[in-house]
């Protein structure tokens, strides 16, 4: 049972565009949703996070749309550059100190 | 460096061969999770442990998978009889548990192969 759904599995966009992932949850338990970024050999990264009582956050270039009563959440990568190409992953978290519950991933390719 | 550590990061073992798979997690991190990431997929998690004490472990796909962290430091995973569905990148994540954010610090992962 995939908890966190996440989509698109793979995004190519030009440099200076919009790349935009969103991902859906099921259990309302999770309070905690962060974005982590992997390169090829790496382990993943954390980007940016949010709570469910704020609905959006920015941080850079980078932003989180949450959306609480649809159980949905976003990413939004704003002027994309050929170096965000990577995987990103969204997760959740149902309390403090707990599991990391991934989605599937997207494969973001930045063309120059 | 003061990140999350794993060793070996290639590791190549022959179908029934046990192995042991190292974290050396970020010092004072209290926290410290192993995650199984299969090719193309998010990591999922398998246990997860505060101090040396083995919180949950129902992510553990089968009684092969042995997990320890006798001194509260250091954690080794260990998989008996290795099948090639156990091929994949084993991540170690360690958190502080005094972080606001409950961040979790991913090592570079160890590949396992399953011959």
């Known amino acids: 049972q995939q908890q966190v759904k996440q989509s698109p599995q793979s995004l190519i966009v030009q440099k200076g565009g919009i790349s935009i992932i969103n991902c859906a949850y099921e259990n309302t338990a999770f309070d905690y949703f962060p974005w982590y970024q992997q390169f090829p050999g790496k382990g993943p990264a954390l980007l940016i996070a949010i709570r469910p009582d704020v609905s959006e956050k920015k941080e850079g270039r980078f932003t989180i749309s949450f959306n609480?009563?649809?159980?949905?959440f976003s990413l939004h990568i704003m002027d994309s550059q050929p170096g965000d190409s990577a995987t990103y992953f969204c997760a959740a978290v149902k309390y403090s100190g707990s599991r990391l519950t991934f989605g599937e991933g997207t494969q973001l390719t930045v063309n120059p | 460096g003061a990140g999350v550590s794993q060793s070996p990061r290639y590791k190549v073992a022959k179908r029934g061969q046990d192995v042991a798979l190292r974290c050396d997690p970020i010092s004072g991190h209290v926290s410290l999770f192993w995650y199984q990431q299969a090719l193309g997929q998010g990591p999922e998690f398998l246990t997860y442990f505060q101090n040396e004490a083995q919180l949950d472990k129902s992510g553990l796909p089968s009684d092969r998978f042995f997990a320890e962290r006798p001194e509260g430091s250091v954690s080794t995973l260990k998989i008996q009889r290795t099948?090639?569905?156990?091929?994949?990148?084993?991540?170690?994540?360690?958190?502080?548990?005094?972080?606001?954010?409950?961040?979790?610090?991913?090592?570079?992962?160890?590949?396992?192969?399953?011959?």
């Open chain 2, 83 to 115: 099948q090639q569905e156990d091929s994949a990148v084993y991540l170690c994540a360690s958190s502080s548990y005094r972080g606001q954010l409950r961040e979790q610090y991913f090592g570079p992962g160890t590949r396992l192969t399953v011959t």
């Open chain 1, 68 to 72: 609480k009563s649809a159980k949905q």
